[in-house]
């Protein structure tokens, strides 16, 4: 017994990418005058009719001045915007009616609709007449993408007819980044250095128009990729090239810092694991097509300072030996009890001495608080010198908190300079 034949639709389905033509390049073939090409015989080569891709004058040129369709179905990367276009063609000599298209887009973990949700039917469809929709969809994940073209139709009879169509295709990866962190302990501040390294992974130079940092609310962000940041400056250290070819990588610099809490000038102590921000890419390909991409948040383990944490604030670069200068200190509460610090001065072998009292009490200093002291040191041996021996200690506790390599000072004598 034969299986039934199925039945034959009276439409027909096309589907074709919309993509940027490119240009018609060319592999020209160059040579010598003394070559037998460029001899006599190059005559031959030279009055062969001229590519009509060839630009006038530069006929050894790889690119040309015309523009060419595309050839297949091209890749597709993370970022950019998928567009279609999707014709259902009337293919028999019958009037449908209630002609309805749907396009779905089903990903490794959703299914989106991309049109005919909702809509209401087309009335009907004459012999040779088509319906004609372009789709466009921003592509937000990588992987294999399927496109799901289903098409309902009446018959002349009354009887409803169903099919769909599936085109598969892969979304690849366009941008390689990482990220590292470095924390600036420079005596003045708590800042953060964010450093980006972008590499392109595509087969096809970019356009690198905008990579920018987006801090989240706790922090602020000083971008440090323009010559002068502080003047609203344009231009980027990168100079006037802003394109990126394949396998190029391009490092990013940002300055990050913790906003001040509510009502002061100090800034916030954060501790363990903080979302820093997301880092927003356009880019354009050779064409003119454009591609976002957004990191996701981007975590940084901040530095253990234990329950106290002094930074030196203000330091002079250099000073003369076996003459006292002074050093700003600010002493901040980093735990959730209340402290009561004794301050203690250890002189070590390394050329530097405190000058002043050992062993003074400092006071109490509250959850999250801060209190800024200033010492007083003597320089006894030149050439660079760190700042060591500082101890902390909670009464309360019995605990003490050791503070070696602070800050460092050189140290030079006045007859060398004189000499």
Same mark, same amino acid.
Request: with cysteine; proline share 2%; glycine share 4%.
């Given at each position: 017994m034969e299986a039934p034949?199925? !039945?034959?639709?009276?439409?027909?389905? !096309?589907?074709?990418? +919309?993509? !940027?033509? %490119?240009?018609i390049t060319t592999n020209p073939v160059l040579f010598e005058a003394r070559d037998l090409a460029g001899g006599p015989s190059g %005559?031959?080569?030279? =009055?062969i009719s001229p590519h009509l891709g060839l630009p006038a004058g530069l006929e050894h040129f790889g690119v040309g001045e015309l523009l060419m369709l595309p050839q297949n179905f091209g890749s597709i990367y993370l970022g950019e915007t998928f567009s279609s276009y999707v014709s259902v063609h009337n293919d028999s000599s019958h009037v449908v009616k209630e002609i309805q298209l749907k396009t779905d887009l089903q990903t490794s973990s959703q299914r989106l609709t991309l049109s005919g949700s909702g809509t209401t039917p087309h009335s009907e469809l004459s012999p040779a007449q088509c319906i004609d929709e372009v789709i466009h969809h921003e592509v937000k994940e990588l992987g294999t993408h399927i496109?799901?073209?289903a098409v309902s139709y009446t018959t002349p009879s009354g009887e409803n007819m169903y099919f769909r169509k599936f085109f598969k295709f892969q979304v690849l990866k366009p941008l390689d980044v990482k990220t590292k962190f470095y924390n600036a302990e420079d005596y003045v501040s708590d800042e953060v250095y964010l450093e #980006?390294?972008?590499?392109?992974? &595509?087969?096809s130079p970019m356009v690198m128009e905008r990579v920018l940092?987006? @801090? &989240?609310a706790e922090y602020t962000v000083k971008e440090l990729n323009v010559i002068e940041p502080d003047n609203k400056s344009s231009e980027t250290t990168f100079g006037s090239f802003s394109y990126l070819n394949p396998l190029d990588t391009r490092q990013y610099l940002y300055c990050l810092k913790a906003k001040p809490l509510p009502g002061s000038d100090k800034p916030a102590v954060i501790k363990g694991v903080s979302n820093i921000g997301k880092l927003d890419i356009v880019w354009k390909t050779s064409m003119g097509e454009r591609g976002r991409l957004q990191t996701s948040q981007l975590?940084?383990?901040a530095p253990g300072y234990g329950d106290v944490k002094l930074n030196v604030t203000g330091v002079p670069d250099s000073i003369t030996i076996e003459k006292p200068f002074q050093i700003q200190c600010r002493i901040t509460s980093c735990c959730e009890r209340t402290m009561d610090l004794k301050l203690v001065l250890n002189n070590t072998e390394n050329g530097l001495?405190? +000058?002043?009292?050992?062993?003074r009490q400092l006071g109490k200093l509250g959850p999250g608080g801060s209190m800024d002291i200033e010492l007083t040191l003597l #320089? &006894?041996? @030149?050439?660079?010198?760190?700042?060591?021996?500082?101890?902390? &200690? =909670?009464? *309360?506790? !019995?605990?003490? *908190?050791?503070? =070696? =390599?602070? #800050?460092?000072?050189?140290? *030079?004598?006045?007859?060398l300079v004189g000499a």
């Open positions: 034949r199925e !039945k034959e639709h009276l439409l027909s389905l !096309k589907v074709m990418r +919309l993509t !940027k033509s %490119s240009f %005559s031959m080569v030279r =009055d496109l799901v073209c #980006a390294q972008i590499q392109n992974i &595509t087969q940092l987006e @801090p &989240t975590q940084r383990m001495m405190w +000058l002043g009292v050992s062993g #320089a &006894t041996i @030149p050439g660079l010198q760190s700042v060591s021996g500082l101890r902390l &200690t =909670d009464t *309360y506790l !019995k605990r003490t *908190y050791e503070h =070696d =390599d602070v #800050a460092q000072i050189f140290v *030079y004598s006045e007859q």
